[in-house]
């Protein structure tokens, strides 16, 4: 019912930022969480930072804590994530993805964008 599309990855040197979207269609996204999350190669997917549609309320894992910022426009119906400072261990490919205030798990993912970051 929603589809999700990632953009602004790309390569960027240790101590550069990047910016990136997650242009979201399909539905009015009230009442519901949007995250960011990120895969490096060999490794799990693991969350990185997420904000309530409705409220604007962040929350992030401690790797990226300070770091990145999240941050929604609703008029657009988009989420981004601005990340400074970056790090070669933030080299990872980034999925956008939003679930439920209801529900536990994440519903709808995008298909990523890779962000590498050069020492």
């Known amino acids: 019912q929603v589809q999700l599309v990632e953009s602004g990855g790309g390569l960027v040197q240790a101590g550069g930022s990047l910016r990136l979207s997650c242009a979201a269609s399909g539905r009015t996204f009230s009442n519901y969480r949007m995250g960011w999350f990120r895969q490096a190669p060999g490794k799990e997917r693991e969350f990185a930072a997420a904000?309530?549609?409705?409220?604007?309320?962040?929350t992030y894992a401690d790797s990226v804590r300070g770091r990145f910022t999240i941050s929604r426009d609703n008029a657009k119906n988009t989420v981004y994530l601005q990340m400074n400072a970056l790090k070669p261990e933030d080299t990872a490919v980034y999925y956008c993805a939003t679930r439920s205030i209801s529900r536990s798990q994440y519903d709808y993912w995008g298909r990523g964008t890779q962000v590498t970051v050069s020492s």
């Open positions: 904000i309530n549609w409705r409220d604007g309320s962040t």
